[in-house]
């Protein structure tokens, strides 16, 4: 059998009391990083508390060649990953390889950033639209890109009064960088002017680092503002709100610190009801 096992938000200690009897049964564990990261932790302190030796897979050993996918046919093996253990498309993909090669599988869930920005900023879950990432620009032929893709997810959301999450990039090489909230609203900015459009600089944004540490940090703020603002070590995540439900514009305010000029004017009156 397979196992997907979520890793949950933080460290170590986020895994289910299921899932570590899962990795502490399994003939073989492997793991990848590259989707999210645990920041408060390392792979020494995953295996000295699991006690198991844990394997970390390369993008290429999970989505071109996962040939330890093999193994599962007459082993038990566990698939490690930060957050939730599906809510990766490429964990999806797995799940479905393995069930067409006849391997049993099995998920055992986790806390997921998805869940936690609604109890961590107060937004409703149930408006939050279409999730997207923000890219590190890249440079081909001499000239820099920027994908668009972000800002297009955004103003559909907007036109449909939904919250937009918007995830932030992490690049692996040449070197190891996280993307912070400060880079993310620059670049949405900057795919606006790209568009010939504008508006998006007075818009509310919350940006939330360490969702699950002790010392995470939630602030809620004009984008403009919030550019400028230190949320501290990664990782980080940006969410532009739809117009506010009253009840919401109140959480920015008491659990992101959020000033009044940046949500009096946000409040959806049709949502009073």
């Not at 890249?138 to 009064?161: A, C, D, F, K, M």
């Not at 620059?186 to 699950?212: F, H, K, T």
Request: proline letters at 4%; hydrophobic letters at 40%.
């Amino acid at each position: 059998m397979l196992h997907f096992v979520g890793l949950g938000l933080y460290d170590e200690r986020d895994i289910s009391l299921k899932g570590l009897e899962a990795v502490r049964a399994a003939d073989c564990i492997y793991a990848e990083f590259y989707t999210s990261r645990l920041m408060g932790t390392t792979l020494e302190k995953m295996e000295a508390l699991y006690g198991r030796k844990i394997h970390p897979l390369s993008r290429q050993e999970v989505e071109v060649d996962p040939s330890w996918l093999e193994e599962g046919r007459n082993k038990d093996i566990v698939f490690l990953s930060g957050g939730d253990a599906m809510v990766s498309t490429t964990h999806l993909d797995l799940r479905l390889r393995a069930i067409k090669m006849g391997i049993e599988t099995c998920v055992i869930h986790s806390s997921s950033i998805v869940t936690a920005v609604s109890g961590l900023c107060g937004l409703q879950n149930y408006r939050f639209g279409r999730s997207t990432t923000i890219p590190f620009p890249y440079v081909s032929r001499g000239r820099r890109i920027i994908p668009q893709t972000p800002y297009q997810v955004l103003r559909e959301n907007q036109e449909r009064n939904l919250h937009t999450m918007l995830f932030l990039d992490i690049q692996k090489e040449p070197v190891e960088r996280y993307m912070t909230a400060n880079e993310g609203t620059a670049l949405l900015m900057e795919m606006e002017a790209n568009a010939g459009e504008s508006g998006l600089m007075e818009a509310i944004a919350v940006g939330i680092a360490r969702a699950g540490a002790p010392d995470a940090s939630v602030k809620a703020d004009l984008l403009f503002r919030l550019q400028g603002y230190d949320l501290g070590g990664p990782l980080h995540i940006l969410i532009i709100p739809a117009r506010l439900h009253f009840m919401e514009a109140e959480a920015l305010r008491i659990l992101a610190d959020a000033p009044a000029d940046a949500v009096q004017c946000e409040v959806d009156v049709d949502t009073k009801r």
